[in-house]
């Protein structure tokens, strides 16, 4: 990559600690809160304005910058190869609610300084460098999460995409354009040589173990469906009650009560239940969801190890 030399890589290049953490100081103070995190939803904005800058300080550093059409952007250094495809780091500047001001954002801003690094040593690569910002990666403002990444990795259709709403109606269209980040580039026409994502781990591991870096290795998302069955709530005995959203908590209660023997882990992050409408005050809920994080091994070992098969219904999100 380095065009000094293609023999060996050169280990002494290094980046500029303190004006990444300068950079990062300062994206910090746009949508910050009072315990020290960062509240950016996606195309809010704040977003907006913490986009502007990153956006600024790309330009500055002699990066092109381009727009697709979920709103990604992409900013790119030139390149010796002029057809080489470009070696991307990747992440998000959007945050949750109370989100921690180097989530994602970490990601983008040392893609930042890298490239600010090549400059300063008059480097030039032969695939060219690029830092890029996926829309709504959190997912926190529209769900789902990395809908946008997804469009691009020809996951989710672009009107899919596009027509994402809000709990107000607004659709991630709308806002992009009201943002003033609604491109044109078709999303996902891209062709990439290579994809890093630098982010900061969001658990106590490293820091317990005095380690400075890991590596993912795996990771699953999973939908669970369980489905109850409708009846009134005033004359419907207890026994004959098949309440969704109680056998939905058995299931979590049980998977976490037997993950401590197991390997890996497992989140409850979005329950739902339906039909959920006021009107139907007096009627037992009949369909519940919940988003979980787990490997499949853990499921499977769980139920295994209780001598059951699953009865509720798995689908992959």
């Not at 002494?12 to 746009?30: F, P, Q, Y």
């Not at 080489?84 to 500047?93: G, L």
């Amino acid at each position: 990559m380095d065009a000094v030399t293609d023999s060996a890589l050169d280990t002494s290049i290094r980046v500029n600690g303190k004006r990444l953490w300068d950079s990062l100081m300062t994206m910090a103070e746009i949508g910050a809160t009072l315990k020290g995190g960062v509240c950016r939803l996606a195309l809010t904005d704040l977003d907006r304005e913490g986009r502007d800058l990153i956006v600024s300080w790309a330009k500055e550093a002699g990066c092109t910058v381009k727009v697709d059409q979920m709103g990604n952007v992409f900013m790119r250094r030139a390149r010796r190869n002029a057809d080489a495809a470009p070696v991307v780091t990747d992440s998000h500047a959007d945050s949750q609610p109370t989100g921690g001001r180097f989530d994602g954002i970490y990601g983008i801003l040392g893609g930042i300084e890298v490239i600010r690094s090549l400059n300063d040593r008059g480097i030039e690569t032969e695939h060219p460098v690029e830092v890029v910002i996926w829309t709504n990666e959190e997912g926190s403002r529209f769900a789902p999460a990395i809908v946008a990444s997804g469009v691009f990795a020809g996951e989710f259709m672009l009107d899919y995409g596009l027509s994402r709403k809000n709990v107000n109606g607004k659709t991630i269209s709308e806002e992009l354009k009201r943002i003033g980040y609604a491109g044109e580039e078709p999303c996902g026409s891209r062709k990439l040589h290579a994809m890093f994502e630098l982010h900061i781990e969001q658990g106590p591991i490293l820091e317990a173990e005095n380690m400075t870096i890991g590596v993912v290795t795996d990771a699953q998302r999973q939908c669970w469906y369980v489905t109850g069955q409708e009846a009134h709530a005033g004359p419907t005995p207890m026994p004959r009650r098949r309440d969704a959203l109680l056998g939905a908590s058995r299931v979590v209660e049980l998977l976490v009560g037997v993950l401590p023997n197991l390997p890996g882990f497992l989140h409850t992050a979005f329950p739902a239940v339906f039909p959920n409408i006021p009107a139907f005050f007096n009627t037992l809920y009949t369909y519940a969801w919940f988003v979980g994080l787990a490997l499949a091994s853990i499921v499977y070992g769980a139920w295994m190890k209780m001598g059951k098969r699953p009865t509720a219904r798995i689908a992959s999100a």
